[in-house]
């Protein structure tokens, strides 16, 4: 039912800045939260940022805290990733997700649509 689609990946060198975007196709009635998540090479993936429906409340994982801002624009069920000072190990797949059943982010447990991932490379 509910597609996600990330876009805004590509090649940046360390220092740089990034803006990721994820659209859902289909609009919903429930107030979701959203969130991105990353799998680098070799390694599991891990938790970013997440944003309440409102907007109101963000979480950020240690590592990108200060550099990283996620943001929303319900009108349009999509979310961003402002990525600035890059570094080499933010290198990875960035997966967009929805959790339709709670309006603030609860865990990645509590996501129930997942992108299909746009790569982020940052050289050095």
């Known amino acids: 039912q509910v597609q996600l689609v990330e876009s805004g990946g590509g090649l940046v060198q360390a220092g740089g800045s990034l803006r990721l975007s994820c659209a859902a196709s289909v609009r919903t009635f429930s107030r979701y939260a959203m969130g991105w998540f990353r799998q680098a090479p070799g390694k599991e993936r891990e938790f970013v940022a997440a944003?309440?429906?409102?907007?109101?409340?963000?979480y950020y994982a240690d590592s990108v805290k200060g550099r990283f801002t996620i943001s929303r624009t319900n009108a349009k069920n999509t979310v961003y990733l402002q990525m600035n000072s890059l570094k080499p190990e933010d290198t990875a797949v960035y997966y967009c997700?929805?959790?339709?059943?709670?309006?603030?982010?609860?865990?990645?447990?509590?996501?129930?649509?997942w992108g299909k991932g746009t790569l982020v490379t940052v050289s050095s």
């Open positions: 997700a929805l959790d339709q059943d709670h309006s603030d982010y609860v865990g990645a447990h509590g996501m129930d649509y």
């Open positions: 944003i309440s429906w409102s907007g109101g409340n963000t």
